[in-house]
């Protein structure tokens, strides 16, 4: 179960930015991704296993979960596909995918081409406009706070808090061995049983038998394009 595309885009951007901070929200490690391959098992209201992967310029996951909601027991198994010029989601189960551009390094240059005024508005009000999601959607983590660290599968991670989500990243690489929360009403919980400093290669291969939906204008990737959408934030 997802939340609004709105609401993964401030979770996105507000994480990237905290506080006070300056640097570029939309520029990711993307091209320099650390090799690693982790094992998941979850818990709550959704449970089953999941495996994630990156390497160079590649991340993807793949996850099976079952959850019953409103009496209904359901499974979904899903997976993606991160590089520098495309982003790849498929649904296993309905053999159904999209295709996208990766918009962020369209909008990392827009954004380096803000002018100092420019860039602070858009920092406050992604701050502001943060805000205002908490209020809406209590428990939405915005406002993060560390809590120690753990060992997690073998490996040290420091604990973030961020209102009723809880975070555990590995303090070498940006690997998440732990993350729990409740939203919408759906109580999740995510715990690495095991990580690997390897790469699975053959979890950048798209699945078979997927009907893709693509959506490639790079048109609409172009910088401009971005220094237009990121004035709704500045």
Request: aromatic letters at 8%; one cysteine or more; hydrophobic letters at 35%.
């Amino acid at each position: 179960m997802r939340h609004p595309a709105s609401v993964d885009l401030m979770l996105t951007l507000v994480a990237a930015l905290p506080a006070g901070a300056q640097g570029n929200p939309f520029k990711l490690p993307i091209r320099s991704l650390p090799a690693y391959t982790v094992e998941y098992s979850y818990g709550g209201d959704l449970t089953g296993t999941g495996r994630s992967t990156s390497g160079g310029d590649k991340m993807a996951s793949r996850s099976t979960m079952t959850g019953k909601f409103f009496g209904k027991t359901s499974t979904t198994s899903s997976w993606s596909l991160t590089d520098p010029e495309v982003i790849w989601n498929a649904d296993l189960e309905k053999k159904r995918g999209t295709k996208m551009v990766n918009p962020l390094p369209s909008m990392a240059k827009a954004y380096d081409e803000l002018d100092g005024a420019g860039k602070a508005r858009f920092q406050e009000n992604i701050q502001s406009m943060a805000a205002f999601v908490t209020r809406a959607l209590p428990g939405t983590p915005f406002e993060g706070k560390s809590a120690g660290t753990k060992t997690i599968a073998g490996e040290t991670c420091t604990v973030k808090q961020f209102g009723a989500f809880t975070f555990c990243t590995m303090d070498k690489a940006p690997v998440a061995l732990y993350s729990a929360g409740s939203l919408l009403c759906v109580n999740f919980e995510q715990t690495a049983t095991s990580v690997a400093r390897t790469t699975d290669a053959s979890m950048f291969e798209p699945p078979a038998d997927i009907k893709w939906t693509e959506d490639l204008d790079r048109a609409r990737a172009h910088p401009e394009i971005r220094r237009r959408e990121l004035r709704i934030f500045h």
